[in-house]
């Protein structure tokens, strides 16, 4: 009985002093953005409770024998994550492909200056299962996300759903028939001192998914989960876009870390503009990293074993107008005048024409959020978008003098 009463004692001052890592998500994402019993795990499957006690208290019982035993390993090993490196194959990612307005794209590119301003984005569109081509692939689907406009946050911030402008975008895009199907950022790629020495300061050291996108991929997947549910937020991509080149990649990342984002095991290796080699995820818990007898357990997991790298194809976004412009939320005074003189067409002649090109995100966010009856005019160009009318007459009077009294402001 002392033997045991001591044990306990010796057990309970072993909890004390142990902390679970921290689970609230804080730098770029809302405050509000934590792993808590009112937001269930991503992927309960995946979750290790409390791996930091658990961990310990099995390597206090197998020091207190003489010689640790497979049973006492396999014990440590099984409360911790095992990250294992895979193939670049899709098979593990839930969407397949994914479409990029191209009009959009170019558009976010050139809103960096040639790589001089970071650029952050939110891609709006949607995921649906899409027949395989080919004579082979009868019956066979994928799932295929497609982008049909970008916004741009303000301030070169990563998005933040709880941001007041964002919600206003996310409650049109439902209204159009579009979601946040994932998120897209600019890099210039670091000329590097060359010199090879592998210090994170050369060309090779350099990978545009680094711990920073990673982990922040997964915070924006982990929270679109929380607002539309598990089975619609969890098709989330992220897009990397060189703004020097052009050139774009897209991603999903795994299940397995969104998880232990969730559970604040793993955590950004540096913050963005801290330099040097940055693509590493810091383990705030060690985890075991690697395949059999090469697993290893490790405090840093590199980031490009979370990653998926998916199919991109250039695609037509239908939240795309015709008059051009950029990705921020505003009217320029001569398009105001354009449409206008649209509005202001004999008979309602160009009625059609205005309608197609206020399908355009932005020119349709800043009136319906502006001027009294803008949800009759999003209903109008949802009809306009899916060809259900065209020609002249179609905007009603009460409706026309609304515009037109916005447009004149």
């Given at each position: 009985?002392i033997y045991l009463f001591l044990l306990f004692l010796s057990m309970a001052s072993l909890t004390?002093?142990?902390?679970?890592?921290?689970?609230?998500?804080?730098?770029?994402?809302?405050?509000?953005?934590?792993?808590?019993?009112?937001?269930?795990?991503?992927?309960?499957?995946?979750?290790?409770?409390?791996?930091?006690?658990?961990?310990?208290?099995?390597?206090?019982?197998?020091?207190?024998?003489?010689?640790?035993?497979?049973?006492?390993?396999?014990?440590?090993?099984?409360?911790?994550?095992?990250?294992?490196?895979?193939?670049?194959?899709?098979?593990?990612?839930?969407?397949?492909?994914?479409?990029?307005?191209?009009?959009?794209?170019?558009?976010?590119?050139?809103?960096?200056?040639?790589?001089?301003?970071?650029?952050?984005?939110?891609?709006?569109?949607?995921?649906?299962?899409?027949?395989?081509?080919?004579?082979?692939?009868?019956?066979?689907?994928?799932?295929?996300?497609?982008?049909?406009?970008?916004?741009?946050?303000?301030?070169?911030?990563?998005?933040?759903?709880?941001?007041?402008?964002?919600?206003?975008?996310?409650?049109?895009?439902?209204?159009?028939?579009?979601?946040?199907?994932?998120?897209?950022?600019?890099?210039?790629?670091?000329?590097?001192?060359?010199?090879?020495?592998?210090?994170?300061?050369?060309?090779?050291?350099?990978?545009?998914?680094?711990?920073?996108?990673?982990?922040?991929?997964?915070?924006?997947?982990?929270?679109?989960?929380?607002?539309?549910?598990?089975?619609?937020?969890?098709?989330?991509?992220?897009?990397?876009?060189?703004?020097?080149?052009?050139?774009?990649?897209?991603?999903?990342?795994?299940?397995?870390?969104?998880?232990?984002?969730?559970?604040?095991?793993?955590?950004?290796?540096?913050k963005e503009g801290e330099g040097g080699n940055n693509k590493f995820c810091k383990a705030t818990?060690?985890?075991?990293?690697?395949?059999?007898?090469?697993?290893?357990?490790?405090?840093?997991?590199?980031?490009?074993?979370?990653?998926?790298?998916?199919?991109?194809?250039?695609?037509?976004?239908?939240?795309?107008?015709?008059?051009?412009?950029?990705?921020?939320?505003?009217?320029?005074?001569?398009?105001?005048?354009?449409?206008?003189?649209?509005?202001?067409?004999?008979?309602?002649?160009?009625?059609?024409?205005?309608?197609?090109?206020?399908?355009?995100?932005?020119?349709?966010?800043?009136?319906?959020?502006?001027?009294?009856?803008?949800?009759?005019?999003?209903?109008?160009?949802?009809?306009?978008?899916?060809?259900?009318?065209?020609?002249?007459?179609?905007?009603?009077?009460?409706?026309?003098?609304?515009?037109?009294?916005?447009?004149?402001?």
């Amino acid at each position: 009985m002392i033997y045991l009463f001591l044990l306990f004692l010796s057990m309970a001052s072993l909890t004390a002093g142990v902390k679970r890592p921290s689970t609230q998500i804080s730098s770029s994402l809302s405050s509000s953005f934590t792993a808590s019993t009112s937001n269930p795990p991503p992927y309960p499957h995946l979750a290790k409770p409390n791996p930091t006690l658990q961990i310990k208290l099995n390597k206090a019982k197998a020091r207190r024998k003489r010689a640790s035993t497979n049973a006492d390993i396999e014990a440590i090993t099984s409360c911790m994550h095992r990250v294992e490196p895979k193939s670049s194959s899709t098979t593990d990612s839930l969407v397949k492909k994914c479409y990029l307005c191209s009009t959009s794209a170019n558009r976010f590119v050139s809103s960096t200056k040639g790589g001089k301003k970071k650029k952050y984005g939110v891609l709006f569109g949607t995921v649906k299962e899409e027949k395989l081509q080919g004579k082979d692939t009868i019956a066979k689907k994928e799932e295929v996300a497609r982008v049909q406009f970008i916004y741009e946050t303000s301030g070169g911030a990563v998005p933040d759903f709880e941001d007041g402008e964002l919600k206003k975008v996310l409650k049109l895009a439902e209204k159009l028939g579009v979601r946040p199907v994932g998120w897209i950022f600019s890099y210039s790629k670091d000329k590097g001192d060359g010199d090879g020495d592998g210090d994170g300061d050369d060309n090779e050291d350099f990978v545009p998914m680094d711990s920073h996108a990673v982990v922040n991929s997964a915070k924006l997947q982990i929270k679109l989960m929380q607002m539309l549910g598990n089975e619609i937020g969890s098709r989330f991509v992220a897009i990397a876009c060189n703004a020097e080149s052009g050139a774009t990649e897209v991603f999903q990342i795994s299940d397995h870390f969104v998880q232990m984002v969730w559970e604040g095991v793993l955590v950004e290796g540096k913050k963005e503009g801290e330099g040097g080699n940055n693509k590493f995820c810091k383990a705030t818990v060690p985890v075991v990293v690697g395949n059999g007898s090469e697993a290893k357990e490790n405090t840093q997991v590199e980031a490009v074993l979370g990653l998926t790298n998916l199919g991109l194809l250039a695609g037509k976004g239908d939240c795309v107008g015709t008059i051009g412009g950029g990705l921020r939320l505003k009217i320029k005074k001569k398009e105001r005048k354009y449409l206008r003189s649209l509005l202001e067409g004999e008979g309602g002649k160009d009625d059609g024409t205005f309608l197609k090109d206020v399908a355009e995100f932005r020119l349709c966010y800043v009136l319906w959020e502006g001027m009294e009856g803008g949800d009759e005019l999003v209903e109008l160009v949802n009809k306009s978008r899916r060809g259900l009318f065209g020609g002249r007459g179609k905007i009603g009077g009460g409706l026309r003098r609304k515009l037109l009294q916005f447009l004149d402001e």
